[in-house]
T-cell receptor, first 111, second 112 residues
Framework: KQEVTQIPAALSVPEGENLVLNCSFT??????LQWFRQDPGKGLTSLLL?????REQTSGRLNASLDKSSGRSTLYIAASQPGDSATYLC??????????FGEGTQLTVNP | KAGVTQTPRYLIKTRGQQVTLSCSPI?????VSWYQQTPGQGLQFLFE???????NKGNFPGRFSGRQFSNSRSEMNVSTLELGDSALYLC???????????FGPGTRLTVL
């Protein structure tokens, strides 16, 4: 059974700091990995998708890496801003094509 | 291009009642998945539909059911509601089964 863990559970940083969110998964037989952000009471916004054959993806200030063999992914956020405050969720798509989610990292960026 | 839409956005029901939630995927998307989000269990997969066929089902009781129509719109139904069914129900669509998933705003269900 696939299990996804995200560390840390919560993170508070000053504006402008670069930061790294971590995600690990137990079964390396994945099709892809997706990073989402969720604002309180809202749905999920897709940030980045990394296919199992890829090592990283970039979008603006965001960079996500994938090491499938070790079961790890990181989301790097450069020059953080207060508007980045949200919960960040990592999810893997495995056989059966369902997404298995981690518990999320709650990020607060202080002005 | 319109995103995934879900109706209604909020629902209040009492125990024992049944409820139907609706999801309209992004135009052209044929795969629709449903997830339940609660503070205690996080996000859990309910089921997935592709071309009107259920491809996958999560570990939920038979009170939870769904269907997909020929226009890819999907509905999920929960019968004999229990207090523990209170949650945010999220629908996601993708072009094909293994593509990037896009989520709707969710339906907040409260069972009293």
């Amino acid at each position: 059974k696939q299990e996804v863990t995200q560390i840390p559970a919560a993170l508070s940083v000053p504006e402008g700091e670069n930061l790294v969110l971590n995600c690990s998964f137990t079964d390396s037989a994945i099709y892809n990995l997706q990073w989402f952000r969720q604002d309180p009471g809202k749905g999920l916004t897709s940030l980045l998708l990394i296919q199992s054959s890829q090592r990283e993806q970039t979008s603006g200030r965001l960079n996500a890496s994938l090491d499938k063999s070790s079961g790890r992914s990181t989301l790097y956020i450069a020059a953080s801003q207060p508007g980045d405050s949200a919960t960040y969720l990592c999810a893997v798509k495995t056989s059966g094509s369902r997404l298995t989610f981690g518990e999320g990292t709650q990020l607060t960026v202080n002005p | 291009k319109a995103g995934v839409t879900q109706t209604p956005r909020y629902l209040i029901k009492t125990r024992g009642q049944q409820v139907t939630l609706s999801c309209s995927p992004i135009s052209g998307h044929r795969s629709v998945s449903w997830y339940q989000q609660t503070p205690g269990q996080g996000l859990q997969f309910l089921f997935e539909y592709f071309s009107e066929t259920q491809r996958n089902k999560g570990n939920f009781p038979g009170r939870f059911s769904g269907r997909q129509f020929s226009n890819s719109r999907s509905e999920m139904n929960v019968s004999t509601l229990e207090l523990g069914d209170s949650a945010l129900y999220l629908c996601a669509s993708s072009l094909e089964v293994y593509n990037e998933q896009f989520f709707g705003p969710g339906t907040r269900l409260t069972v009293l």
